[in-house]
């Protein structure tokens, strides 16, 4: 750029001094003496060089102490184990491994990542894959000491996690609005990089609402900040924070060929941190809320397609039939514009914003219908469609099936691929029994019926099918089993 630059400007003042020997050439000198200097200084204010005159604002200097110093505090290293066994064994004998037990030992791994305190009692977020499989996890604090965590739950749609120490008095971090956050304001990362303690990095917010697709379920949300905040392994689960110290992201993810920080990291937006770890807290299972919508982003050639004005807005491809959107009155083939007066012009953009809501709460959503602006009040569904709250471990026996079952968690239908499905906690008798099926298998279909909850399990098993219950499922392995049993 600066080449180019200098060139361009090197041929124009060449071509000015040409221009000006010509004119002395070739314009008679008498005829100058003659003109008046008000028509002359006219002539030279039209043929002169065009130019521009502009003022800018220097920003005063960041200051990034304050925060620096409440960040380090409030960040934690986090060391995990785990003990991998041998998928050769496990390949094996599939679903009947539980009955010979392992005669191998297992290899046990060390991983390394960040968590934030959030509470001065000991809970701390991270990303759910700095645990993820982890038999034990241990927190280093920044003054070195160090304790054991547990678990209290997860979810891989957003990469989150929530663990807590025995602790308290600990110096926490607050939750600042991300929805406030605004492109080309200063944050800080605050993480453990190449497992170097409390490491303090800044930069800009670089976009929103970003999607890059590394979470892989179809009801993953993917949201995140961008920044070029450096970013490296061991960062993961780390702190974005602004420069008044508040936690506006999770960093979480970096674009890079190599594998270290290239200038792109990205984090999970504390608004959507801050919901999940509620849930967690509340109910130990994410209480994903949905508009009922399948939608696809709109650009020039699909909005000339249409027939709209411009490429605002997010296209409604279809629309699922007695879900939130449906009962308000939202039809395929609108365009949503804005949801609670958010602007909407992404898909990432709309699951985010859903992201941050309950079922049975009530969004507004505005959408063009034929260059018509149209508003809705819609009541956002859960999965199963009902506004009712779900609740993880909660366990239930079938005496046909002389089993206790519990519905699949989210980390466990997102490891497998799946959307639905309940798992088998306990074989007491029944059909399992004796058709060898052990605990931990996920029955996923009953009779041709997708499985997930208690009712449509009993509805399944009353479906006539000539006396034979026919059950589909997995294992946590990924290997697929289908059984058929005699009533």
Known sequence: MKTVGKSFLGAAAGTVVILLSAALIFNDPSDSKNREPEQMMQQYETTKLPSMSASYRIAQEADFIQAAEKSVNAVVHIKTEI???????????GPFKYYFGNPHRNNTYVAFGSGVII?????IVTNNHVVEGADKISVTFNNRKELEAEVIGTDPTTDLALIKVDDKDLVY???????????????????????????????????????????????????????????????????????????????????????????YSF???????????????????????????????????FADELGLKDVNGIYVAGVVENGGAYDAG?????????????????????????????????????????NEILSYNVTLKNEEGTIAIL????????????????????????????????????????????????????????????????DNLQDALKKKNSGIIKLDGLYMNGVRISYEFMR
């Open 83 to 93: 003990s991998v066994k041998s998928r050769s064994y496990d390949d094996f004998f």
């Open 119 to 123: 509470s001065d009692d000991g809970y």
């Open 173 to 263: 971090l607050s939750f600042g609005d991300s929805d406030a956050v605004k492109i080309g304001e200063w944050v800080l990362a605050v993480g453990n990089p190449f497992n170097l303690t409390s490491t303090v990095t800044a930069g800009i917010v670089s976009a929103k609402a970003r999607n890059i697709n590394i979470l892989g379920a179809a009801s993953a949300i993917e949201s995140f900040i961008q920044t070029d905040a450096a970013v490296n392994r061991g960062n993961s689960g780390g702190a974005l924070v602004n420069t008044t110290g508040e936690l506006i992201g999770i960093n979480a993810a970096i674009a890079s060929h190599t594998g270290v920080y290239e200038g």
């Open 267 to 301: 984090a999970i937006p504390a608004n959507i941190v801050k919901k999940v770890v509620a849930d967690l807290m509340n109910f130990g299972e994410i209480q994903r809320a949905y508009i009922g919508v399948q939608i696809r982003d709109i650009d020039a050639a």
């Open 330 to 370: 939202i039809r395929e083939g609108d365009v949503i514009l804005r949801v609670n007066n958010i602007a909407i012009n992404t898909v990432s953009e709309l699951m985010g914003t859903i992201g941050q809501h309950n079922p049975g709460e009530i969004v507004t959503v505005d959408v063009n219908r034929d």
């Open 391 to 454: 609740k993880a471990g909660n366990t239930f026996y079938n005496e046909l099936l002389g089993a206790s079952l519990k519905k699949a968690s989210s980390e466990e239908k997102s490891k497998l691929g799946i959307d639905h499905g309940l798992k088998v906690t306990e074989v007491q008798g029944g059909i399992l029994r004796r058709g060898g099926i052990s605990e931990g298998f996920i029955i996923t279909e009953i009779n041709g019926m997708e499985i997930s909850t208690e």
